[in-house]
């Protein structure tokens, strides 16, 4: 049995705590690397992640790609869609397919 | 030229024959695995992309409602409102297996079946913004779970993808070519032993006879 979490500023994520995630407001780019990996290893199935802690972490986000579990997805935060989330789906066909042949203009 | 060195005997010959044969069935296998993976590939990625867009979009407009909402209440207030959630939603994770790549399936499930669950709180001090904001992100949920699980299918298949393609490669281009070369090199090499032995074998017979019949002075 698995749990869902959402990490980010409180402020973009204090409403996914009424529909039953667990949420875990992070201010510092530290605490949201200790913070996921805290939930990596503790049950959770699914991490939503602002947009904005996902880019202030970079690289540190894509050792859970190959992962099985959990799912880090990022989604837009109170601040506005960054565009992160689709740049992510295109890079796993730039990486599967060599070049992106699908999404060349979508979101840009 | 033979890429490296190998000793040109037949046992030699032998092994590297039955390597190429191993060689091109891997290859070919592998070849239809990537092929297969790439048309699965494909169609959840569309899927990915259509889905992403709804639930960008779904918490987009949920973001507002909040926005909206946080405007009509003090801030105490609501976090009073939402600090002991009734619902909590509990996750399945089932597996399939694409193409010997283990992925996820996520089920979902309310602690409580009843959808009003979602209001952790009395209605009495909080803005009906908070209702509707509540509500909207609620029903992006459903949407939220399916990308999780779309996504990290496409994340594992695009590396799962990306490895068999190399796997492809290095077969077709190094592994095969540098087995026929060698092959090719042992075969000659066998061959010119072969031509040089009956030659030899000739001369020895020449000089035989020669020496039985003296030939050359009559």
Same mark, same amino acid.
């Given at each position: 049995?698995?749990?869902?979490?959402?990490?980010?500023?409180?402020?973009?994520?204090?409403?996914?705590?009424?529909? !039953?995630?667990?949420?875990?407001?992070?201010?510092?780019?530290?605490?949201?690397?200790?913070?996921?990996?805290?939930?990596?290893?503790? !049950?959770? @199935?699914?991490?939503?992640?602002?947009?904005?802690?996902?880019?202030?972490?970079?690289?540190?986000?894509?050792?859970?790609?190959?992962?099985?579990?959990?799912?880090?997805?990022?989604?837009? @935060?109170?601040?506005?869609?960054? !565009?992160?989330?689709?740049?992510?789906?295109?890079?796993?066909?730039?990486?599967?397919?060599?070049?992106?042949?699908?999404?060349? !203009?979508?979101?840009? | 030229?033979?890429?490296? %060195?190998?000793?040109?005997?037949?046992?030699?010959?032998?092994?590297?024959?039955?390597?190429?044969?191993?060689? &091109?069935?891997?290859?070919?296998?592998?070849?239809?695995?990537? $092929?297969?993976?790439?048309? %699965?590939?494909? $169609?959840?990625?569309?899927?990915?992309?259509?889905?992403?867009?709804?639930?960008?979009?779904? &918490?987009?407009?949920?973001?507002?409602?909040?926005?909206?909402?946080?405007?009509?209440?003090?801030?105490?207030?609501?976090?009073?409102?939402?600090?002991?959630?009734? %619902?909590?939603?509990?996750?399945?994770?089932?597996?399939?297996?694409?193409?010997?790549? $283990?992925?996820? *399936?996520?089920?979902?499930?309310?602690?409580?079946? $009843?959808?009003?669950?979602?209001?952790?709180?009395?209605?009495?001090?909080?803005?009906?913004?908070?209702?509707?904001?509540?509500?909207?992100?609620?029903? *992006?949920?459903?949407?939220?779970?399916?990308?999780?699980? *779309?996504?990290?299918?496409?994340?594992?298949?695009?590396?799962?993808?990306?490895?068999?393609?190399?796997?492809?490669?290095?077969?077709?281009?190094? &592994?095969?070519?540098?087995?026929?070369?060698? &092959?090719?090199?042992?075969?000659?090499?066998?061959?010119?032993?072969?031509?040089?032995?009956?030659?030899?074998?000739?001369?020895?017979?020449?000089?035989?006879?020669?020496?039985?019949?003296?030939?050359?002075?009559?």
């Amino acid at each position: 049995m698995y749990k869902i979490a959402v990490v980010g500023d409180y402020d973009s994520i204090y409403g996914f705590a009424a529909v !039953g995630l667990d949420i875990c407001p992070v201010k510092s780019r530290e605490e949201t690397r200790d913070r996921l990996r805290q939930l990596a290893e503790s !049950g959770y @199935g699914i991490v939503y992640i602002t947009e904005k802690a996902a880019a202030e972490l970079g690289g540190a986000l894509d050792e859970y790609m190959e992962m099985r579990l959990p799912a880090v997805i990022q989604i837009p @935060g109170v601040s506005g869609n960054t !565009g992160a989330g689709v740049q992510g789906v295109k890079k796993t066909v730039e990486q599967a397919v060599g070049s992106d042949i699908l999404f060349g !203009g979508v979101g840009e | 030229m033979a890429a490296k %060195q190998v000793n040109p005997t037949r046992m030699e010959l032998t092994r590297l024959k039955k390597k190429r044969i191993t060689a &091109i069935r891997g290859h070919k296998l592998l070849k239809d695995k990537r $092929d297969e993976l790439m048309r %699965q590939y494909l $169609d959840l990625v569309r899927e990915n992309m259509e889905v992403r867009v709804k639930v960008e979009a779904g &918490i987009k407009s949920a973001n507002r409602n909040f926005v909206i909402a946080k405007a009509g209440m003090s801030e105490a207030a609501l976090n009073t409102a939402l600090m002991a959630p009734k %619902q909590e939603v509990s996750l399945e994770a089932g597996d399939r297996n694409v193409m010997s790549v $283990d992925i996820p *399936v996520f089920e979902y499930k309310m602690r409580t079946a $009843d959808e009003n669950d979602i209001y952790s709180y009395g209605y009495a001090f909080t803005s009906g913004d908070l209702d509707g904001a509540v509500k909207s992100l609620a029903d *992006v949920l459903p949407d939220m779970i399916r990308l999780a699980e *779309v996504e990290k299918a496409c994340q594992l298949m695009a590396a799962e993808i990306e490895k068999t393609r190399r796997r492809v490669n290095a077969l077709e281009h190094v &592994i095969i070519p540098e087995t026929e070369e060698s &092959i090719k090199y042992i075969t000659m090499k066998l061959d010119e032993n072969e031509r040089s032995t009956q030659i030899r074998l000739m001369k020895v017979k020449d000089m035989m006879l020669e020496e039985a019949h003296h030939y050359s002075e009559m």
